[in-house]
């Protein structure tokens, strides 16, 4: 008898022939010379994306992107919700940890020289996607406000107020007024849960199409 | 005849057909339409004027009987910080901002200086800088003593030359 699975892609192959679009992605050897850690650093990140994705979905059920609710929002999340406090922690420490791992990736793939032609691409994506991890660290060190989130943003918008010229402009596009106040909780929220995740997915469906069309850089 | 055709050939404008004109046109025209829609995306996210409140103006911040136990008060305009100093009949309001990178500044008495414990600026009692990493005296308030109570007002035109972030602090309050 055959197992479920297979009765279930047997179904899906008679209405759909998802084979001929699925199994070139799907049916690939990892050769022997990618088992190893140093490979593994971009597919740890993406992980801690998914993960964070995940909890961020989890999170947005509660919180309230408000000067009076931020705050307590987040409090009634740690101590109130049914394991709260563990979503909220892995949102807030995998958030860290993508750092660590995404330098590290960038890092390797800088000493192996698998930035070079005909991968230039990758990289240059890549590093977009770096730019975004840091987007969303500055948005999303703002929706606790509290003292640390609500100074760490003073102090990233008074750097971009120094920029000559448009500075004072940016600084105000960046707050939706003067001062770190309500239109800048709702700004950095909607960038935090919706502008910033659909550019990241983006980026990352062109980083991931590429790799797998060039294969990853061999050892020398 | 055919000499003067040969060179009339040879100086000819570079051939556009209909059809490459027509694509030029339309691309120029989409330009336009881009432009029109980046434009008006930016003009959407740029906060309205009106939603650019300013602070200003008197407010009561404080009575003079409150001198007698110190001669510096802290107080808050608008929710930012202010010094109130009063030696003997002369009195001078501060902003308690440092005008270097922001952080709250205090009267010694022992030495006489408002220090900014961040990165060890001292101004005299002018708000003159003595010693530290910036130019920038600290900025006077205006004030005015009415019977017993002091009311201070944010010198707008004193703002200039003052770094970006400190003046949209000043005229934003917290």
Known sequence: MASWTSKLSRWAEERWRVKAILSPILDTEVTDYKKKVRFCWGGMTFALIVIELLTGVFLAYYYQPTVKGAFQSIAFITDQVHLGWLVRGIHHYASYLIIVTVVVHMMIVFFRGAYKPPREMTWVSGVFLLLLCFAFSFTGYLLTWDQRGYWATRIGTGMASEIPLIGEYLMIFLQGGYGVKQPTITRFFVSHVIVLPVMLIGLLVAHFFMIRRQGVKEPF | ?174
């Not at chain 2, 709250?104 to 408002?114: E, L, V």
């Not at chain 2, 944010?154 to 917290?174: A, C, D, H």
Request: hydrophobic share 45%.
């Open chain 2, 1 to 174: 005849m055919d000499e003067v055709k040969a060179i009339e050939k040879e100086n000819r404008a570079p051939s556009v057909s209909r059809r490459k004109l027509l694509r030029l046109i339309t691309a120029i025209l989409g330009l336009f339409g881009l432009g029109a829609i980046v434009s008006s995306v930016v003009a959407f996210l740029t906060p309205p004027r009106s939603a650019l409140k300013k602070v200003g103006g008197w407010q009561v911040v404080g009575t003079l009987s409150e001198f007698k136990e110190a001669q510096s008060l802290s107080k808050v305009y608008f929710g930012l910080p202010i010094l109130l100093m009063k030696e003997e009949a002369e009195f001078r309001v501060f902003s308690a901002i440092c005008p270097h990178l922001g952080c709250i500044i205090q009267w010694d008495q022992k030495k006489k200086s408002f220090l900014c414990p961040c990165h060890d600026a001292f101004f005299d009692k002018h708000g003159k800088v003595l010693k530290g990493p910036l130019k920038d005296a600290l900025l006077p308030f205006e004030f005015k003593v009415e019977g017993e109570t002091i009311s201070v007002k944010l010198p707008e035109e004193k703002l200039q030359g003052y770094p970006s972030w400190f003046r949209i602090t000043m005229i934003s309050g917290v």
